[in-house]
């Protein structure tokens, strides 16, 4: 939802320090894999109860996941590396929810829940790019990207913020879990209704 108007806040440091990235030697492919290494230590940090010590490679690792897209615009950008950072960030965005249940077994539900909404949401997603590309569609409504992304309620700021408030009120994971997955689906449900009257 928030996506789309912080993009022009953003997008410009980070296209300066793309800029300054690739000249230094940096890749693209090289920063998506490191925010994904940061994403996962922070999920380990998790996993162990240190809630407070995952902030930092949390967040870390989403400014990789802005900085990889904005190197790969300096250089050259790639359908792979389109590929391995969508794929990196539905790997991250798995493993959150997976470590909050391996810290506390009382997690599992509302964390299989979560995960459910969440694969549901990437399929409404990720299905929906694949028929644009096909249809030849563009949008620019989230930046310059490698695929169709589709608004909705619930998009990459909003889960940020939403994984930060679990780090933050680890004891309030279930009721907090609940209601994000709840709002997935809600997300989930009004992208494949704008597909219908799309693709149809």
Same mark, same amino acid.
């Given at each position: 939802?928030?996506?789309?108007?912080?993009r022009?806040?953003?997008?410009?440091?980070?296209?300066?320090?793309?800029?300054?990235?690739?000249?230094?030697?940096?890749?693209?492919?090289?920063?998506?894999l490191t925010?994904?290494?940061?994403?996962?230590?922070?999920?380990?940090?998790?996993?162990?109860?240190?809630?407070?010590?995952?902030?930092?490679?949390?967040?870390?690792?989403?400014?990789?996941?802005?900085?990889d897209?904005a190197?790969?615009?300096?250089?050259?950008p790639?359908?792979?590396?389109?590929?391995?950072?969508?794929?990196?960030?539905?790997v991250?965005? +798995? !493993?959150?929810?997976? *470590? =909050?249940? &391996?810290?506390?077994?009382?997690?599992?539900?509302?964390? %299989?829940f @979560?995960l459910?909404?969440?694969?549901?949401?990437?399929?409404s997603?990720?299905?929906?790019?694949?028929?644009?590309?096909?249809?030849?569609?563009?949008?620019?409504?989230?930046?310059?990207?490698s695929?169709?992304?589709?608004?909705?309620?619930?998009e +990459? !700021?909003?889960?940020? *913020? =939403?994984? &930060?408030?679990?780090?933050?009120?680890?004891?309030?994971? %279930?009721? @907090?879990a609940?209601?994000?997955?709840?709002?997935?689906?809600?997300?989930?449900?009004?992208?494949?209704?704008?597909?219908?009257?799309?693709?149809?």
């Amino acid at each position: 939802m928030f996506d789309a108007r912080i993009r022009p806040l953003i997008d410009p440091p980070l296209d300066r320090a793309g800029r300054h990235l690739a000249r230094w030697g940096a890749t693209a492919d090289a920063i998506t894999l490191t925010g994904l290494a940061l994403g996962l230590i922070s999920a380990v940090c998790i996993a162990l109860g240190a809630f407070g010590w995952a902030l930092l490679p949390l967040l870390v690792s989403r400014v990789l996941d802005g900085l990889d897209g904005a190197v790969a615009r300096a250089t050259h950008p790639t359908d792979f590396g389109g590929y391995l950072d969508i794929w990196a960030d539905f790997v991250f965005y +798995g !493993a959150v929810p997976f *470590a =909050f249940a &391996v810290a506390d077994p009382a997690n599992a539900l509302p964390a %299989a829940f @979560l995960l459910l909404s969440f694969y549901v949401n990437g399929t409404s997603f990720l299905g929906f790019a694949v028929q644009a590309e096909k249809r030849g569609l563009t949008t620019r409504a989230q930046g310059r990207k490698s695929l169709y992304y589709s608004v909705g309620l619930l998009e +990459g !700021a909003e889960t940020i *913020a =939403f994984f &930060v408030l679990l780090c933050l009120l680890p004891n309030q994971f %279930a009721p @907090l879990a609940w209601a994000f997955g709840g709002l997935c689906l809600l997300t989930a449900t009004a992208r494949v209704m704008n597909a219908r009257h799309i693709l149809s």
